[in-house]
């Protein structure tokens, strides 16, 4: 499994942006689909936007769509969330990680997770 760092987080107003950053010290990680996923406290951890491996293709859950967008650096082996117009509910830890498998991305069926980072939006 790749390993990858998350940051960008932090405290927020509702309405303001963040832009979260998830890097891999291999570049693999440009072949793997990779996602971005929240996890509100005391609820499940969520996928909310995952980029194929060729950044030809993007999907968003419901909740973040049209706020937010995932892009891919191929020269820097990164993924960013740019997330605009944060809501409360927005607030969770996040946390980034990739698998050249669908069906792994989309579940989360990961064995290991990083630290992810936090974000907090104030109302």
């Known amino acids: 499994q790749v390993q990858l760092v998350e940051s960008g987080g932090g405290l927020v107003q509702a309405g303001g942006s963040l832009r979260l950053s998830c890097t891999a010290s291999?570049?693999?990680?440009?072949?793997?689909?990779t996602g971005w996923y929240r996890q509100a406290p005391g609820k499940e951890r969520e996928l909310v936007a995952f980029i194929s491996s060729g950044s030809t293709y993007t999907e968003y859950d419901e909740s973040v769509r049209g706020r937010f967008t995932i892009s891919r650096d191929v020269a820097k082996n990164s993924v960013y969330l740019q997330m605009n117009s944060l809501k409360p509910e927005d607030t969770g830890v996040y946390h980034c990680?990739?698998?050249?498998?669908?069906?792994?991305?989309?579940?989360?069926?990961?064995?290991?997770w990083g630290q992810g980072t936090h974000v907090t939006v104030s109302s």
């Open positions: 990680n990739a698998d050249a498998s669908p069906i792994i991305v989309a579940h989360g069926a990961f064995e290991t």
């Open positions: 291999e570049s693999i990680i440009n072949d793997y689909i």
